[in-house]
């Protein structure tokens, strides 16, 4: 099979696949590749969806499309683990996910084929849109615990679903919009701006309190640095920013400014350690003001 696919000069994804089967052999596959687990490998998944991002924010698209195949290895070293365990494979995935896309997009695919076209005249709006998508979501769970015997008397709590291995602050955002679904939120943007200061202010006190470097006195402070946080990305929702990637920018913008820092700082034979705060507040005004 992996013979034929390269017919055409380039390999497939049933290339992929052969390759991560062959990788897994246990005659004479590869001995890391053998030992690894699904538990093993999310660090990796992890760090290789970050280095997506990363080349995606740095525009840099030969380099995506390395990152994109090493994520793609992802999906297909997990699909063979379940082959192997008898749980899912490769065909199920793709199987699946075709499916549901199909499901939650009757918009575009009206009768649940992909061959099946809307008509052109009918138009609905994003929110329609975004009301069937929730609909749908919320129907499939429904189904799926009823299917799973998990189904009982007491409903499932909104936020169930929220990964906890998300980003904190992603999390956060995902935690919020669950909540505002059901009408648990600010009605306006004012009180959330009201809240941050509110928050920071016990931050404030919980510092200013603190008479001992203690386990407790440091999870108080903790505490309230988290409430700081959350309520952050609450405004973020309400202006519509992502933090995540807010955040992820203002870390780049910090590296460019400081590298000229240092680099002015070199022009003018000072070394950094031995600047004093006003010099190298003087250099970072000049970063700012050269646009970085």
């Not at 919009?177 to 931050?203: H, N, Y």
């Amino acid at each position: 099979m992996a013979e034929e696919n390269r017919a055409s000069g380039k390999y497939s994804v049933e290339d992929l696949i052969y390759l991560m089967d062959r990788l897994r052999d246990a005659e004479d596959g590869c001995p890391w590749d053998l030992k690894q687990t699904f538990k093993t490998i999310v660090p990796h998944t992890i760090e290789e969806t970050y280095e997506v991002v990363d080349a995606i924010e740095r525009e840099d698209w030969p380099h995506l499309m390395d990152e994109l195949g090493d994520l793609l290895f992802q999906v297909v070293f997990y699909s063979r683990l379940g082959k192997e365990q008898g749980s899912f494979q490769w065909e199920g995935v793709v199987d699946n996910v075709v499916r549901k896309l199909l499901r939650r997009h009757p918009h575009v695919f009206p009768e649940g084929t992909l061959e099946s076209r809307v008509d052109p005249e009918c138009k609905i709006s994003e929110a329609e849109i975004n009301a069937n998508w929730e609909r749908i979501k919320t129907e499939e769970k429904r189904q799926a615990m009823i299917s799973g015997g998990a189904e009982s008397e007491q409903p499932a709590s909104l936020l169930r679903d929220v990964p906890r291995a998300l980003p904190a602050m992603s999390r956060a955002l995902k935690l919020q919009k669950k909540a505002s679904s059901v009408g648990f939120d600010w009605p306006e943007v004012t009180p959330v701006i009201a809240k941050i200061r509110e928050e920071l202010d016990e931050l404030e006190q919980a510092i200013q309190e603190v008479g001992g470097s203690g386990h407790q006195e440091k999870h108080h402070i903790e505490d309230e640095f988290g409430d700081v946080l959350f309520a952050c990305a609450n405004l973020a929702r309400f202006i519509k920013v992502d933090p995540e990637m807010a955040l992820r920018s203002t870390n780049s913008k910090f590296v460019r400014r400081f590298q000229r820092v240092e680099a002015l700082a070199q022009a003018g034979n000072v070394s950094l350690s031995d600047a004093t705060l006003e010099q190298m507040d003087a250099f970072w005004e000049q970063a700012k003001s050269e646009g970085l």
